[in-house]
């Protein structure tokens, strides 16, 4: 086995994908019961869509 020379190792760099790998790990917890209340997942998307578009377009307004 070769000898490691601890002295002189460096820490790696984690990589240029690591941030788009946390990003696909994302996710979002919905109960059933409230799933099911506001018309199942296409419909839980897409309110969050619109929401954060509200929020970013208010962001926007607020900037300026």
Same mark, same amino acid.
């Given at each position: 086995?070769?000898? *490691?020379?601890? #002295? %002189?190792?460096?820490? +790696? @760099? !984690? @990589? !240029?994908? &690591? *941030?788009?790998?946390? !990003?696909?790990?994302?996710? +979002?917890? &919905?109960?059933?019961?409230? +799933?099911?209340?506001?018309? @199942?997942?296409?419909? &839980? =998307?897409? =309110? +969050?869509? #619109?929401?954060?578009?509200?929020? %970013?377009?208010?962001? $926007? !307004? $607020?900037?300026?």
């Amino acid at each position: 086995m070769p000898e *490691a020379n601890l #002295a %002189t190792a460096r820490v +790696l @760099g !984690r @990589g !240029r994908h &690591v *941030a788009r790998a946390r !990003r696909s790990f994302e996710t +979002l917890v &919905v109960d059933k019961k409230v +799933l099911k209340a506001l018309g @199942g997942q296409e419909a &839980v =998307i897409g =309110i +969050l869509e #619109a929401l954060a578009k509200s929020v %970013t377009a208010a962001r $926007r !307004r $607020r900037a300026a």
